[in-house]
């Protein structure tokens, strides 16, 4: 069955007037993504001040964030101390209210070795528009750990709007904006503000997948218009790029 994408593309393109009607054999698969050629960094806080320092083991920390844009979080960084090596789970929780509950939408799990950096994990989220979030990390061992400045931190897609922090590892599956933080906890997000649309399939050599997707669009208040499609393929199958006014 192919995935729920018309809400994903009505929040990403022209505004109130876009209908997606997509059609996918079983195996297919039509999905939202970020373009991985268009990935920005976002560090949280912006240029560092004063920053304080803590140390514990079993922690999850994070930020909460409004989203204001569609885009996909593609890897988050955390800044850790470690004496000794540690596990360490990128987090992103998602809600339909600032203060309500959160639930665990994905998850990267690693192992850090001893060091004073930066330490990254894959997530590749598409964040959507009007929704708000938690990204955070967790880790089991010893570590220090940073805040900086205070909320909101500006983004690429929205703004921050508070920080969290529990005791306990692994981390749960949900979790409560109620009481954010005033802190501000320094991590890094790879963010792709541009969204495109991919079709592709999960099926071994030699079987075969079908996808389609028709755009129907309600130009009454745009004059003039021009609409510009664009494409890249990989494999057998590929079509020219297309565009129109």
Do not use: C, W
């Given at each position: 069955m192919a995935p729920p994408i018309r809400e994903d593309f009505d929040k990403a393109t022209l505004p109130n007037n876009i209908l997606w009607v997509y059609n996918s054999s079983p195996e297919g698969r039509i999905e939202l993504r970020?373009?991985?050629?268009?990935?920005?960094?976002?560090?949280?806080?912006?240029?560092?001040?004063?920053?304080?320092?803590?140390?514990g083991s079993n922690r999850m920390r994070g930020n909460f964030f409004q989203c204001d844009q569609t885009v996909e979080l593609t890897r988050q960084g955390f800044y850790l101390g470690r004496s000794q090596s540690t596990s360490v789970q990128f987090l992103v929780y998602e809600s339909?209210?600032?203060?309500?509950t959160y639930s665990l939408i994905s998850s990267n799990t690693v192992t850090a070795s001893i060091g004073t950096n930066?330490?990254?994990?894959?997530?590749?989220?598409?964040?959507?528009?009007?929704?708000?979030?938690?990204?955070g990390a967790a880790w089991n061992n010893s570590a220090r750990y940073s805040t900086s400045g205070s909320h909101p931190q500006?983004?690429?897609?929205?703004?921050?709007?508070?920080?969290?922090?529990?005791?306990?590892?692994?981390?749960?599956?949900?979790a409560s904006g109620a009481s954010p933080s005033s802190l501000t906890y320094v991590q890094e997000l790879d963010?792709?503000?541009?969204?495109?649309m991919r079709m592709d399939d999960n099926l071994s050599?030699?079987?075969t997948a079908t996808n389609s997707v028709v755009m129907v669009v309600d130009i009454e208040d745009y004059d003039?218009?021009?609409?510009?499609?664009?494409?890249?393929?990989?494999?057998?199958?590929s079509m020219p790029a297309t565009a129109f006014s």
């Open positions: 970020g373009d991985t050629d268009t990935v920005i960094t976002e560090n949280i806080p912006g240029p560092l001040f004063n920053p304080s320092h803590y140390t339909s209210t600032a203060n309500g930066y330490v990254y994990g894959t997530l590749n989220t598409v964040l959507k528009e009007g929704k708000y979030y938690l990204i500006q983004t690429a897609f929205g703004q921050s709007i508070g920080g969290y922090a529990i005791s306990g590892y692994p981390a749960a599956g949900s963010i792709a503000t541009n969204m495109v050599a030699g079987q003039p218009l021009t609409l510009s499609f664009k494409h890249r393929a990989s494999g057998r199958n």
